[in-house]
T-cell receptor
């Protein structure tokens, strides 16, 4: 019963490097999203998707790209990592647009040096 | 004004105490509200949903005040295991599981 799976769990990047955070869900959910969490800031929405082939920006999209080629996968790409992107990243999926069916992955800890 | 705002705390309370957190929201059209619990370095997990005036689950009670645009979470008979950060969240209607979170309120229950 995997739910939402994120990889990697921990990553250290150098400034300017690019990388992809992977997110996969096995619940056939239409809605998927990426959040970042910084101390004292709660969770902030980066990008979200309402289905395969459809993505949209959230509150803090700059520096990140997403794509949704399949229902299961929603990778988050950092194009040119910056120290300001040091954060914990959570992927989430949802069956509906209401909040009570949202499932989060375990998080990815990213440090940019 | 932030869309969803919480008192960050920390709230330090003794075991057995009753503690309440508030969360204010700016969109008066919001219909549903959620309290999530987040343990240190873990993902948020749904604690309670609030769709009308309130909801109760054991020691936890969530109440909604639409006139003043806030929701509250009341924890009675606090346990050490209640120590966590409590996040309130408001979904953006019809926008695909898009949640707006407050900053979170940290609770520490002491023996």
């Amino acid at each position: 019963n995997a739910g939402v799976t994120q990889t990697p769990k921990f990553q250290v990047l150098k400034t300017g490097q690019s990388m992809t955070l992977q997110c996969a869900q096995d619940m056939n959910h239409e809605y998927m999203s990426w959040y970042r969490q910084d101390p004292g800031m709660g969770l902030r929405l980066i990008h979200y998707s309402v289905g395969a082939g459809i993505t949209d920006q959230g509150e803090v999209p700059n520096g990140y790209n997403v794509s949704r080629s399949t229902t299961e996968d929603f990778p988050l790409r950092l194009l040119s990592a910056a120290p300001s992107q040091t954060s914990v990243y959570f992927c989430a999926s949802s069956e509906t647009h209401s909040g009570n069916t949202i499932y989060f992955g375990e998080g990815s800890w990213l440090t940019v040096v | 004004r932030k869309e969803v705002e919480q008192d960050p705390g920390p709230f330090n309370v003794p075991e057995g105490a009753t503690v309440a957190f508030n969360c204010t929201y700016s969109n008066s059209a919001s219909q549903s509200f959620f309290w999530y619990r987040q343990d240190c370095r873990k993902e948020p997990k749904l604690l309670m949903s609030v769709y009308s005036s309130g909801n109760e689950d054991g020691r936890f009670t969530a109440q909604l005040n639409r006139a003043s645009q806030y929701i509250s979470l009341l924890i009675r008979d606090s346990k050490l295991s209640d120590s966590a950060t409590y996040l309130c969240a408001v979904p953006v209607y019809n926008q695909g599981g898009k949640l707006i979170f407050g900053q979170g309120t940290e609770l520490s229950v002491k023996p």
